[in-house]
């Protein structure tokens, strides 16, 4: 992904829905999925030179990884803070930068993991879980 | 209430009409894109200023029943393209925000 693409932004996240359907994963996973991934483009796309996506299918998971090729996050924890946001004006005048990007994909993954440095960039690693836990005992009943 | 009907009742223009027979359970009205994605539910409709392409995939996204533009607010054409291809419904308000959503609210929950 290229930063400021504001006009394929949007695309990755409907994307990977469609291969998470095309795969049988559940509504609500696929529905998580794609917050998560919308979120995270975002971040690429608004505050970073670019950066890449992965998708990761597992049978009792979904990971999304984005990595970007900085600035980085100079206070992970303040950034995780709903409402905080650095973002531009102009930004915020297309209805970004409203400081819940990250708030956002903390509620709709199981874990998130951000590392950051300053001056090289950001690795967030998003996991949902597939199966309740009662069911994780078990092998294979979900048959995706 | 189909989207059809309740475009009829509120005098909403399709701009996009992919799926004019979609449920509408209710409404959102907001302009910000995470509040939307937090918060909007399945099949409500999305009263908004914001006309930009990353419209149609918070609609998308979100399983919504559409978009409202208020106030007489019209997408460009690469907004109208990519809700066609993604399947989005686009409609339009010649009212404001608050009056639009105040006569859907009152169509939907009277």
């Known amino acids: 992904m290229v930063g400021l693409d504001l006009e394929r932004a949007g695309t990755v996240s409907t994307e990977v829905q469609r291969v998470l359907r095309r795969l049988g994963v559940e509504p609500e996973v696929v529905r998580r999925a794609g917050i998560v991934c919308f979120e995270g483009e975002m971040n690429i796309v608004l505050y970073t030179p670019g950066g890449r996506i992965i998708l990761l299918v597992y049978d009792d998971r979904v990971e999304l990884i984005f990595s970007d090729f900085g600035p980085g996050i100079p206070d992970v924890e303040l950034a995780r803070q709903p409402g905080y946001s650095t973002a531009p004006e102009w930004a915020r005048e297309m209805g970004f930068g409203s400081g819940m990007g990250i708030p956002n994909m903390e509620a709709n993954s199981d874990r998130l993991e951000i590392r950051s440095r300053v001056g090289e960039g950001t690795v967030i690693r998003a996991t949902i879980l597939r199966r309740k836990r009662e069911a994780a005992g078990g092998r294979g009943e979900t048959g995706a | ?110």
Do not use: C
Not at chain 2, 51 to 68: D, F, P
């Open chain 2, 1 to 110: 209430m189909k989207l059809r009907e309740v475009a009829e009742k509120l005098g909403l223009e399709f701009f996009v009409a992919a799926a004019p027979e979609a449920e509408v359970e209710g409404g959102y009205v907001s302009d910000l894109l995470s509040d939307v994605l937090a918060h909007a539910q399945p099949k409500q409709l999305w009263i908004t200023h914001q006309r930009h392409l990353n419209v149609v995939a918070v609609a998308k996204l979100r399983e919504l029943s559409g978009v409202v533009f208020a106030r007489g607010i019209r997408p460009g054409p690469e907004t109208l393209q990519r809700a066609k291809e993604e399947g989005v419904n686009l409609l339009g308000s010649k009212l404001d925000a608050f009056h639009t959503a105040g006569k859907l609210h009152r169509l939907l929950f009277p």
